[in-house]
């Protein structure tokens, strides 16, 4: 089993709808976790982390993390086509403060 | 504005050659990243410095050598690359051991190796 699972995607959504970004984790003891995104030949920009219970939100993005299913989500509100990108789950591991990075979920969003 | 900053953006060179990556961050960070990654792949971890000292070599192979001269810089030392090297080599920097605290990166340097 992979420590950061995700959907690769492609999640396809229509302009101004939600998406909804998954991610789940094996490690009962992490404690803090990113939501990366990145645009194709571009490097991974920061949207939100996450390290208690319940909800975070930014704007029109929302993490919600839940530490006893072990999941992680990002909401997207009234999501744009400038939100097309592939967006990284990771969690920080115990070693050093290693980021543990999930494989990707690729987003698009369609005018 | 990007707060850490990569140098070369781009760089070609031969398996023979020797060559510098360059990192340097203006947040006030001590921890500092190496990571390489591939088409399609999320960032492979390479090497942490924490406060100017090697913490994680992740058995990088000797061609590539790291070197952190101060709290704001990161250098990445090429030498006898291969073909298969050819990557996006990613920067990063944060506060080392706070919970919570993200890691920033760079632009990355596009690396290709002939």
């Known amino acids: 089993q992979k420590e950061v699972e995700q959907n690769s995607g492609p999640l396809s959504v229509p302009e101004g709808a939600i998406a909804s970004l998954n991610c789940t984790y094996s490690?009962?003891?992490?404690?803090?976790f990113f939501w990366y995104r990145q645009y194709s030949g571009k490097s991974p920009e920061l949207i939100m982390f996450?390290?208690?219970?319940g909800d975070k939100e930014d704007g029109r993005f929302t993490a919600q993390l839940n530490k006893a299913s072990q999941y992680v989500s990002l909401l997207i509100r009234d999501s744009q086509p400038s939100d097309s990108a592939t967006y990284l789950c990771a969690l920080r591991g115990n070693q050093g403060g290693k980021l543990i990075f999930g494989q990707g979920t690729e987003l698009s969003v369609k005018p | 504005d990007t707060e850490v900053t990569q140098t070369p953006k781009h760089l070609v060179m031969g398996m023979t050659n020797k060559k510098s990556l360059k990192c340097e961050q203006h947040m006030g960070h001590r921890a500092m990243y190496w990571y390489k990654q591939k088409a399609k792949k999320p960032p492979e971890l390479m090497f942490v410095y924490s406060y100017e000292k090697l913490s994680i070599n992740e058995s990088v192979p000797s061609r590539f050598s790291p070197e952190c001269p101060n709290s704001s810089l990161l250098n990445l030392h090429l030498h006898a690359l291969q073909p298969e090297d050819s990557a996006l080599y990613l920067c990063?920097?944060?506060?080392?051991?706070?919970?919570?605290?993200?890691?920033?990166f760079g632009d990355g340097t596009r690396l290709s190796i002939l």
């Open positions: 996450i390290y208690s219970n």
């Open positions: 490690d009962r003891g992490s404690q803090s």
């Open positions: 990063a920097s944060s506060w080392p051991g706070l919970e919570g605290q993200p890691q920033h």
